[in-house]
């Protein structure tokens, strides 16, 4: 085992530890889309107390403007789920320039306009699906 890794195993609680991981894994050679589920099931499992724990510290590294602005709006939206404050780390992610859309079919896009969750608006992504459920 590594100094790093050593002392993140000391220092963060588990659900903190879970949640670096899967945050690393959207750096690593697999689809992000897999990875993005990995983290929403975690997310979507923690209680109230762990995902306070677990999102207090700003992912150690995010591959692109748009894996941090997914993971922002992930977390957001989990804390609004759970009635907490979200970490001050996700207000230094600055939203996507140009919008994202989750189908490529123009007929779609009033739909994902009207109906993407709050967070994920703010961060110029425009998904059907969120935190807790999969498509």
């Not at 970490?87 to 123009?106: K, M, N, Q, R, Y």
């Amino acid at each position: 085992m590594d100094m790093s890794s050593y002392v993140l195993q000391r220092v963060l609680p588990p659900a903190a530890k879970r949640f670096q991981e899967c945050v690393t894994l959207l750096a690593g050679p697999t689809a992000p889309s897999f990875a993005l589920a990995e983290l929403n099931r975690l997310l979507s499992a923690l209680t109230t107390s762990e995902l306070r724990e677990a999102v207090a510290e700003p992912p150690a590294h995010l591959p692109s403007a748009l894996i941090a602005n997914y993971v922002a709006a992930m977390v957001e939206y989990a804390c609004g789920r759970g009635s907490i404050s979200p970490p001050t780390w996700i207000a230094a992610v600055p939203p996507l320039t140009d919008p994202l859309f989750g189908s490529e079919l123009p007929s779609l896009r009033l739909y994902l306009l009207t109906r993407s969750p709050p967070p994920f608006r703010r961060r110029n992504i425009f998904i059907d699906s969120s935190l807790g459920g999969q498509v």
